[in-house]
């Protein structure tokens, strides 16, 4: 956006004001879960009519329907700017919802879609890796192969509301009467996943173009760093591990955030001096 001067009045943004990305257990190329929670394979713009998704969809709108103020003092899912309450809605307004005719779900601009191998396709065709900007990116597994087989790489270092997802994902296959979601797209290499995305796609943007890229083992390996290539390292740990809970992760959370300043500090750093924002009208 920065690169695209994509904000009104401000015609001078760059995307050299971008120094580096770090990536934790990002969601570059989709995911296969979507499918197994409810999005369709061949129409991932829309749910199977009975599933998880719709269940969760239809919770949703009854609980800011009913726009009960305890309760969304405990949670508020910020859909207020739907007006979906009773009070302005009525009980009609609440089945034009459930029908989804309106309400957040209507217009197909939500995440799930986007989360489906052929939303983030369409979400990377608009996707750049700039030659000024440091790229690095952690994916996380929780899978091994066995005898030719992708299961669960433990059963009790896999959080429990990740475990079955593990596993399902893990034994994960395209409905072989469908078009593959791109070319060259393989069941086994979208095996390996955290529970919440698949391993392969957490690495760099990949469809429907690859971006540079390079796996680093250790930090070595890729020095001196360079700019516009996505350096990725794979992680042992489910998809909570350190993005929710930190506590769960211990001396292994607290080492991998270490790593990220210590290289931002020491090796990640500009030939020239930028000009800044700031400095622009000065």
């Keep these: 956006m920065l690169a695209d001067k994509a904000f009104n009045g401000h015609e001078n943004t760059s995307d050299k004001w971008v120094l580096s990305i770090t990536s934790l257990s990002g969601a570059f190329n989709g995911t296969t879960r979507t499918y197994l929670d ?9 749910m199977k009519p009975i599933c998880l998704l719709q269940f969760c969809r239809l919770g949703t709108i009854i609980y800011d329907w009913l726009d009960i ?15 979906m309450s009773w009070k302005k809605k009525g009980i009609f307004g609440l089945i034009d919802c459930l029908l989804g005719n309106a ?35 952690y994916a ?32 994960w296959r395209h409905p072989p009467d469908l078009f593959p979601p791109y070319k060259g797209y393989r ?41 516009g290539i996505w350096y990725y390292k794979i992680v042992e740990g489910d998809h909570i591990l350190f993005i929710v809970n ?29 000009t800044l924002p700031e400095e622009i009208h000065q």
């Design 140 to 171: 996380t597994k929780r899978t091994r192969r066995i005898f030719g087989i992708n299961v669960p790489s433990s059963i009790f270092g896999i959080h429990p509301l990740l475990f079955i997802r593990v596993l399902q994902m893990s034994q």
């Design 187 to 227: 069941d086994e290499d979208w095996q390996d996943n955290d529970g919440a995305l698949n391993t392969i796609s957490m690495t760099h943007p990949q469809i429907p173009v690859e971006h540079p890229s390079q796996f680093v083992g250790h930090d070595s390996d890729c020095q001196p760093l360079q700019p």
């Design 38 to 46: 409810g999005m369709q394979p061949e129409d991932w713009r829309n």
């Design 246 to 274: 930190r506590d769960r992760a211990g001396v292994q959370f607290d080492m991998i955030y270490d790593s990220i300043f210590e290289r931002c500090r020491k090796h990640a750093f500009r030939k020239s001096q930028q």
């Design 69 to 83: 103020s305890w309760l969304k003092a405990c949670y508020n899912f910020g859909f207020d700017h739907f007006n």
């Design 103 to 137: 309400g957040p779900f209507a217009s197909g601009d939500w995440i799930l879609p986007d989360l489906t191998i052929q939303g983030s396709m369409q979400l990377n065709s608009h996707l750049h890796t700039f030659l000024n900007t440091y790229y690095f990116s």
